[in-house]
């Protein structure tokens, strides 16, 4: 057992982006599936409101968003392509266009009748109504680029000729995958197997590597309850701090972060590490527990709270 906890939900592209990496890495987890609307609780608990989904625990250390996730998984796995920053600067450029552009493309594109069926047999009418408009309050608060649904399905296109392209080899920097792949088949996987549109049929190469990722399959996932978790970060101290790298601009002080772009409810706590890539926020759980909870500097911003 990883000792690693993924909260998610089935629908989630950015997580399945996740549990394929736990496929391709053949880890065993744990599971715990939250809502797919808020509130979510138990996760706010230890995360401190982060609203975004996936989440990843490891003891009393907490994950917000699928980059420091994937590092951990880099880290565990010892596959260190499968953190962004490990990659070289054309993986790295094509990887985050992937992620931002390209998947904002795909959502355009699976946007349709056969994607509100599909949600109409995950959620009752209810919650569909509350995820509809739950959405849509996110969007209207959003910094990203809006897309007509004509531009998302050519620029799907666009990125899909590009693609078949660079698959010469097995994976689409040369025979072994690295986080771009996984950048590029989230999105896919929605378009593909949420909204059931094949928009893929004319692309020979990218049809194969699909199904090589699909077949990756999720790794050994076992279902823990949210309770379960909190009590795994609260009967534990957080892992020792990284002593390397540390600069010391807002050590100590109490900060907020939040994400730049979409669902930015902010995370309050004491900075206790400020990396390369990263931020650690020291928060207290249930008085008296402690949990580090980690960060990207990538999409993120950090404010003083004075
Ligand atoms: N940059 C984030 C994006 C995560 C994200 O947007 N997740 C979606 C689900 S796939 C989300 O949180 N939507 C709102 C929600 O589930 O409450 C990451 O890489 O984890």
Redesign the pocket.
Known sequence: MSDMILYH?AL????EKIRAMLGYTGMSWESVTVR???PRPQLNRLAGGY????VAQIGADIFC???TIAAEIARISGKANLALETCDHEVREFANRL?SEFLLACFGTALGNSLIKKLLKTLSLLDFGRFMW??IK?GRKSSLQQMSGKEAKALTREYLERMEKMLEGDSLFGDQPNIADFNAYHGLWFIQDVAELNVIKNYPSVIGWMERINAFGHGTRTEISAEQAIDIATGQQPRPLPIDNQDEEWMGQFVSIS?SD??KDPVKGVLVANLAHSWILQRRVNGSSTVHVHFPKQ?FTLEVVR
């Open positions: 939900y989630s592209p950015y997580s797919e609307i808020p609203r975004r989904v996936p968003d699928s980059k992620d739950d959405r996110m994400p979409y669902g999409g």
